[in-house]
């Protein structure tokens, strides 16, 4: 992650800096296209290692899937029915609960909601048009979310409503730091780089 973010700031500046390029001499396409190449590589080794030291907003002592299960255990119907073996999975760090043949919907809901407060958990439920197999799924999922969390935490998406952790306040001031820091630099750096190319 701190690598990909290092990467995404390289390229943040690449890009600058290739306007810039662009700008003060346009017919010099082999330096406008190692501008927008090597920033990223560099921004990965440089910041990667700083980046990576970031905090998370919730500091997971379990796995978010062992602990999902175990906590959607109860709700299990059978087998051919909903159960955690088929209808719940992770990326690695999120949480996926396919809400389809489901009966007790507001059962699980808001015992994933508890889940929720550590990873974020995606209730998939359908787009809830008319031609879905359980076109009523998806507004009832999302009411039960509405009714206990936040705006802040919470995402709708095509065929799935999302819902993220809180952030620390140790995390949002690091976030708030760091984007200071960038907003200060990124402008200097484009700058001095303006004057050098124009010479």
């Known amino acids: 992650m701190g690598l990909q973010a290092g990467a995404l700031i390289g390229l943040y500046v690449g890009f600058s800096l290739a306007t810039i390029s662009v700008l003060t001499d346009a017919e010099k396409i082999n330096r406008t296209i190692s501008l927008m190449c090597f920033p990223p590589f560099i ?24 602990m999902a299960r ?3 255990e109860e709700f299990n119907e059978g087998q051919g029915n909903w159960r955690v073996l088929s209808h719940v999975s992770s990326d690695g760090m999120n949480i996926r ?3 389809h043949n489901l009966k007790n919907i507001e059962g699980v809901v808001d ?13 998939i439920v359908g787009r809830g048009t008319s031609k879905s197999s359980s076109p009523e799924l998806r507004e009832r999922v ?8 936040s705006v802040l935490r919470r995402t709708r998406k095509a065929k799935s409503i999302e ?10 001031t690091y976030q708030n730091k760091l984007n200071k820091v ?7 750096v484009s700058f ?8």
């Open 43 to 66: 921004g990965s080794i440089i910041l990667g290692p700083f980046l990576a030291k970031r905090r998370k907003p919730v500091k997971l002592s379990r796995k978010p899937l062992e």
């Open 70 to 72: 175990e906590i959607l």
């Open 97 to 99: 609960i396919d809400m």
């Open 111 to 123: 015992a994933a909601l508890i889940i929720a407060e550590q990873s974020t958990v995606k209730f």
């Open 142 to 149: 999302l009411n039960r979310v509405e009714s206990k969390v």
């Open 163 to 172: 819902v993220k952790p809180e952030t620390s306040h140790e995390y949002d």
């Open 182 to 188: 960038l907003f200060i630099l990124l402008p200097i």
């Open 192 to 199: 001095l780089a303006w004057i050098e190319m124009r010479n």
